[in-house]
């Protein structure tokens, strides 16, 4: 059980930083780094993706992920991370990638190592829809191809809602992302930028952060039972599943459990972004509640 425990507070640790991810800030849709790139090396699955969907030629190292399992994109791409392990630096060494792209705060030690060998970095991090345009657009323009991403019709669901004037205005809803501590992300989060985005109303989007887990709150049994929540999302993170939640004792005090409005989301897509896929799929679900 110890173990257990100790792997849900690293997904929860992984959650704030691969994905609450925003790009460097520029004044333009350029970034601040001005060259052009052709070998690139990704250590977030995000990254990989989007630079795959620009240049998959130019692709050359990802991390290890269920994410890219049988697509053939990313078949012959040399694999540089794998679960909790740290990137390897020789590995991304002998690939001689022109720029390596990395979590800003989870993976400053490897990209500042090879800064320190001469190799050009970018540190990222997104925590909502503009970030992640503005990456999708930086990583454009480094990669200096005519090939344009257009995200909108890569994720249409994300922009379909959206353009619709956010028809599920004022719907409540309560995200619980784990039973053991009860979490659920506030508007400083990736997730809780997704609900808002379709206007929903997070009944946690205002509270303050208290716990270690910047833009996710941690909540008591009693704060639950008292929002009475109308619609509730649970979130299955990798080695859990909604079992969690309902061997929770106020489970069956909640209105959303007894009027059957319980949504089972993936962890990635509403928690930690993943893909462009695994994004796109969370907002057609988010959109059937």
Not at 94 to 106: M, R, S, Y
Not at 196 to 224: A, C, I
């Amino acid at each position: 059980m110890g173990s257990m425990k100790k792997i849900f507070i690293y997904l929860i640790f992984l959650l704030v930083y691969f994905n609450i991810l925003t790009p460097i800030k520029a004044s333009t849709n350029k970034p601040k780094i001005k060259f052009k790139v052709n070998r690139v090396v990704a250590l977030t699955s995000l990254s990989a993706d989007l630079v795959n969907y620009i240049s998959n030629e130019s692709l050359l190292g990802i991390p290890g992920s269920s994410l890219f399992k049988n697509n053939n994109s990313f078949k012959n791409k040399t694999v540089i991370s794998r679960g909790r392990m740290p990137p390897n630096l020789e590995k991304i060494i002998k690939l001689k990638p022109e720029l390596v792209i990395g979590a800003k705060g989870f993976h400053d030690k490897t990209l500042k190592n090879l800064e320190n060998l001469g190799i050009k970095t970018l540190s990222v991090r997104i925590k909502n829809f503009n970030d992640l345009e503005k990456l999708s657009s930086d990583i454009q323009n480094l990669l200096d191809k005519k090939v344009k991403l257009d995200l909108a019709n890569l994720i249409p669901n994300c922009y379909k809602s959206y353009i619709k004037s956010k028809p599920y205005k004022d719907k409540e809803v309560l995200v619980l992302v784990s039973s053991k501590p009860i979490l659920s992300p506030n508007s400083k989060s990736w997730a809780g930028n997704m609900i808002n985005r379709f206007g929903y109303n997070n009944l946690t989007s205002e509270l303050d952060s208290k716990s270690q887990f910047k833009g996710y709150v941690n909540l008591s049994p009693e704060w639950v039972v008292s929002s009475k929540p109308s619609n509730l999302i649970i979130i299955n993170t990798p080695g859990n599943n909604d079992a969690q939640y309902k061997k929770m004792t106020i489970w069956n005090d909640l209105p959303a459990v007894n009027t059957n409005k319980v949504y089972s989301f993936d962890y990635y897509g509403l928690i930690n972004a993943g893909s462009l896929n695994s994004i796109d799929k969370a907002c057609q679900k988010l959109s059937s509640i």
